[in-house]
């Protein structure tokens, strides 16, 4: 359904963010990642952004030292979610000034409710940069 | 103590930054660290205090998804957390939920009032924590009891919580699908919301609905065609258009309707991934719209020549999707899919090797499989080997129906087998034996091209190549009449590198020798009776060509050697092996002095000639394809009682066969196996039924060997009342005619039409089993679409005929239901194999047009 999950993994294969809108259980999961991870890392920067697994697509995308991969059904528009991640990246840079993988790392709560901001049920349902910010900021006064 | 226990853990707790720089500065691997923080976590999670635990919780959470620390235990406590009314605490709990709990846990049954006392707040942001949590874990029952919430919130004022609330309603809906009567009708008043955010919420969820069952949703498309024409926010272009190209694809009128607008937004400067949603839309469910489907095709072409990778690959991949029923697309592409191939990305590779296979037709296959070959030679062991995969498969395919010239083939299939990296040896080797055993007149060709394989001590070394070995073994053994030069093959096949292959292997390449050398001594013998006597019995051997004319010399130089080459074997380990190169020692043995003998006593009795002229016999047997339903194309004769209990058999085969423990089966099995192979050969000559070649069963000799010892429970050939289907040969068909009395006219092989050029007859079985997946209905669909239909049915659309499609098609509809989930999933799996080219994809689309038909179809 649109999306399976979001990965954040950083050039020596550690998991920064995981956001799975399915289950599977632990074993499942690293096996999982470990697996998308090679096959991403493996690739240079010539070749597409799309790779296959399974029955289902892995779209990703290097930022500095930080792959962000969304595992998607076969069906969906993979520019569509490379213009999705690029999205969540400025959404995340705008809101940290200038993000890197320490930001995610010391903050990972705010990382995930930016997503969670963004994608319900695996389907991105809020695609505007103002909207996502303003409710994180009125939630974190809230606190 | 206790008190003061916990107050100082509370006072002393490690905030979540503090144990993740712990964790940054362990220079030793975070294990020990992560399990003394994992205790810590332990103790602070039981306190009472909400906070120390909600912080303990957050951690918790932490090492649970990013270093695989389980956390199921820790449920109740997150339930715990989730009733605070901190809204700090409360998203701590809920995160932890929605990433830990699953439908097993028991404690979920628990939040459900916390849920709905959530849900009802009048703080918009606990209220989507609820709903956020809600669409993670959702569970039936959850579902359920919530769904009155839901309802209620979808009317809400505040946009922000509508929104949500929309996404919510998918796995509402997917769980509970009773709550359709009560939610849809808002979910649908949603569709005329003039906010975007709202829009894009409702049209994903739609997205996702029509996927699953585009049918029930067919009565909204005018809302959806109104929001085509308007909108221009992408997002929300893209799902619509997904829902039009599954609408499309079952309701043809609709596909002529939308055409136009999605033209005008191909037309308009859009972002690339709009664009390309057209072009895919397009080329799915619209391809019979003429203009739409051009300036697709247009489109696509800008793609491929663009030097973005992502868009190279996305242009070959919706290419590929428009191939089956539009080569011309690809055809005029050719230029940029051939660049494609020796583009660096293998994905884009693999894509452009796809479509050229769909391209490929009998006028330009040695033209696509020379370009393909000098690709293989240039690229990793990898690609080369799809290439090589692709390449046997598209000309195998339908009994090499596109191969006009197998001579050309054959050499290809040589060339092949000297590609460095070739690991398809399996598949080759088959193909060699193939071509052999079904095209006459390819032989001499394969004669010529295995001697080649067979002579060349390299290719011995190399383990993949031996399945081709092997095939090039047996076809020159099996068809050493049209060799030039037995000698020459008698020696490569007894090379001291053989030594490198498997027993198995080895076994052949002896017998093969066996063969030639009756070969050789037959045509020895019939040249010598030729000069002794003038009425000449030109039995069998067809090629008297002069380089095989032997003389005395030249058959004493070829036994010797034989024999010389298989001594050394006569005390090897592998007992195939040995069997098989002391049996041709013995008749050597026999031989050779029988030879000298005739040399000087002409004219007198000549057993040798005799004895040779009966192994040649057997060998002369042409083995040929048969059905592997062969056998029950007949019906059993009367008195021929196959299960009867043989216990004679056993005791003479007592010594050879497994003591039968249990019960007679294991009886009936072997000696219906052995009658079972008789009457396969028997009955290969009296049709031409189905399916795939096999190779043959066993050798002839060992058969006559069998046949001598058992005689008696062998079939007699005796009259039996068959009748069968092939309308060939009748006269022939109701005798079991005796073994080694095949005549060649008793093939009715399939003839091509005329051709300029002379193609050689393929011996062609019929189509056998050709099994069609049929994949589980999923029965949870079943009840939500009927909901759904219900719902809009009850709301008086203006679309009719669609009503009355459902009404009537509602019960027997349930069928087609389940028949149509076949379809879809026959559709999603066309999908995913398109790049194979799955012809399926044209009947997916005829079973689509025709939804009343569908049940017969598939059934």
């Known amino acids: 359904m649109g999306i399976r999950f979001i990965l954040m993994v950083n050039k020596q294969g550690q998991t920064r963010l995981a956001q799975y809108y399915e289950w599977l259980t632990l074993e499942e999961r690293r096996a999982l990642e470990g697996e998308i991870v ?56 705008k809101h940290f000034g200038n993000v890197c993988e320490l930001d995610i790392m010391f903050h990972l709560e705010k990382a995930h409710f930016m997503l969670e901001e963004m994608v319900m049920n695996g389907c991105i349902v809020e695609t505007s940069k103002a909207n996502i910010l303003s409710s994180i900021q009125l939630m974190d006064k809230a606190h | 103590m206790a008190s003061s226990n916990s107050l100082m853990y509370s006072l002393f707790q490690r905030s979540l930054e503090d144990l993740i720089k712990g964790i940054r500065l362990q220079l030793h691997g975070d294990s020990s660290f992560i399990s003394k923080s994992l205790d810590e976590i332990r103790r602070e999670i039981k306190l009472t205090d909400l906070s120390t635990k909600s912080i303990a919780l957050q951690k918790l959470s932490y090492l649970a998804a990013l270093h695989g620390v389980d956390m199921s235990w820790a449920a109740f406590h997150a339930v715990e957390v989730v009733s605070s009314s901190r809204f700090g605490d409360k998203r701590i709990g809920y995160h932890a939920i929605a990433q830990s709990f699953n439908d097993q846990t028991p404690v979920l049954l628990l939040i459900t009032n916390q849920l709905r006392k959530d849900l ?24 359920r009891d919530l769904t009155s919430e839901v309802f209620t919130l979808l009317g809400s004022s505040k946009a922000f919580v509508r929104k949500k609330a929309i996404g919510v309603v998918l796995r509402v809906f997917d769980k509970y699908p009773d709550a359709v009567k009560v939610c849809f009708k808002r979910l649908v008043e949603n569709l005329e919301s003039s906010d975007q955010h709202i829009l894009s919420a409702v049209v994903g969820v739609f997205c996702e609905l029509t996927t699953k069952d585009p049918r029930s949703y067919l009565p909204l498309a005018p809302e959806f065609y109104k929001i085509l024409v308007d909108s221009r926010n992408t997002w929300v272009l893209i799902k619509v258009l997904k829902v039009f190209a599954k609408l499309a694809s079952i309701e043809p009128r609709l596909a002529k309707k939308v055409a136009d607008p999605i033209c005008e937004h191909m037309r308009r400067n859009v972002g690339k991934s709009l664009l390309f949603e057209c072009i895919r839309t397009v080329v799915s469910g619209l391809s019979d719209q003429e203009t739409a489907l051009k300036l697709a ?54 894509e452009a090797l796809h479509l050229l296979m769909a391209m490929v037709n009998e006028d330009n296959v040695s033209e696509i499989s020379r370009i393909l070959m000098n690709y293989a030679l240039k690229s990793g062991p990898l690609f080369c080997n799809e290439v090589i995969g692709s390449v046997l498969l598209a000309c195998s395919r339908n009994s090499y129906e596109i191969v006009v010239d197998f001579d050309w083939y054959l050499s290809l299939l040589g060339e092949m087998a000297r590609i460095p990296h070739c690991q398809r040896g399996q598949e080759i080797g088959h193909q060699l034996i193939d071509i052999g055993m079904r095209v006459k007149d390819a032989r001499p060709e394969l004669v010529r091209i295995s001697r080649a394989l067979l002579i060349d001590p390299a290719l011995l070394g190399n383990q993949s190549l031996h399945p081709i070995l092997s095939a090039a073994a047996w076809a020159s053994g099996e068809y050493v009449e049209f060799s030039k030069t037995s000698y020459d093959i008698a020696e490569a096949l007894l ?68 024999e010389l080459g298989l001594c050394s074997l006569s005390g090897t380990l592998d007992v195939e092996v040995q069997e098989r190169a002391k049996n041709v020692l013995g008749f050597t043995g026999m031989i050779k002095h029988k030879i000298a003998e005739e040399v000087t006593a002409q004219g007198s009795e000549i057993e040798a000639s005799r004895a040779v002229a009966f192994m040649e016999d ?69 049709q031409e039924a189905s399916s795939s070649s096999s190779h043959p069963p066993e050798s002839a000799s060992l058969l006559a060997e069998h046949r001598k010892r058992h005689g008696m429970y062998y079939l007699s050939s005796q009259k039996s009342d068959d009748h069968n289907d092939s309308n060939g040969n009748n006269n022939t068909l109701n005798e079991y005619p005796p073994a080694n009395e095949i005549s060649a006219d008793s093939f009715n092989p399939k003839k091509k039409m005329n051709q300029s050029k002379p193609r ?100």
Request: net charge negative; aromatic share 6%; glycine share 2%.
């Open chain 1, 38 to 93: 090679r096959k991403c890392l493996a690739r240079n920067d010539q070749q597409c952004s799309f790779v296959e697994h399974r029955n289902y697509k892995i779209v990703y995308r290097r930022y500095a030292s930080l792959f962000f991969m969304v595992g998607v059904d076969d069906d969906e528009n993979e520019l569509a979610i490379l213009e999705f991640i690029h999205l969540l990246v400025e959404t995340m840079d």
């Open chain 2, 618 to 686: 057997v060998f002369s047997e042409e083995l040929c394809p048969v059905s592997a339903t062969a056998q029950e194309k007949f019906p059993l004769p009367d008195g021929l009682e196959l299960k009867e209990n043989l216990e004679d058999l056993q005791e003479i085969c007592g010594e050879f066969l497994k003591p039968v423990v249990e019960s007679n089966s294991n009886l009936f099995s072997s000696s219906e196996k052995i009658s079972f192979s008789v009457a396969r050969l028997r009955i290969s000559d009296q």
């Open chain 2, 120 to 143: 009802n707040s009048s703080n918009e942001y606990e209220v989507s924590l609820a709903l956020e949590c809600l669409s993670r874990v959702g569970t039936d029952d959850l579902a």
């Open chain 2, 297 to 350: 095709v247009a489109k696509i072409r800008d793609f491929l020549v663009d030097d973005d990778p992502n868009l190279k690959y996305l242009g070959l991949h919706a290419l590929s999707i428009v191939a089956p029923k539009h080569l011309w697309a690809v055809l005029e592409n050719k230029e940029a899919v051939v660049k494609a191939l020796s583009d660096e990305d293998p994905n884009v590779k693999l």
């Open chain 2, 760 to 859: 050689p007859v393929v011996v062609k079985l019929d189509e056998g089993d050709d099994f069609k997946m049929k994949p589980d209905a999923s029965s949870n669909d079943e009840p939500l679409s009927r909901a759904i239909q219900t719902a809009l049915m009850g709301k008086g659309k203006e679309k009719e005929r669609e009503k009355d499609n459902h009404e009537r098609s509602l019960d027997p509809g349930i069928k087609e239901q389940s028949s149509r989930k076949e379809k879809k999933t026959k559709k999603k799996n066309g999908e995913k194999s398109s790049k194979h080219r799955s012809r399926r994809r044209s009947d997916k689309d005829a079973i689509a047009a025709k939804p009343v038909e569908i049940v017969d179809f598939l059934l």
């Open chain 2, 495 to 562: 090379q001291p590198r053989t030594s490198l292959l498997p027993p198995s292997i080895r076994a052949i390449y002896i017998h093969s020798t066996f063969k030639v050398l009756v070969f050789s001594l037959k045509a020895y013998f019939s040249a010598q009776e030729s000069t002794s006597s003038p009425l000449v019995e030109e039995s069998t051997s067809s090629v008297s060509s002069p380089e095989n004319a032997f003389t005395y010399k030249s058959i004493s130089s070829l036994v010797n050697m034989i």
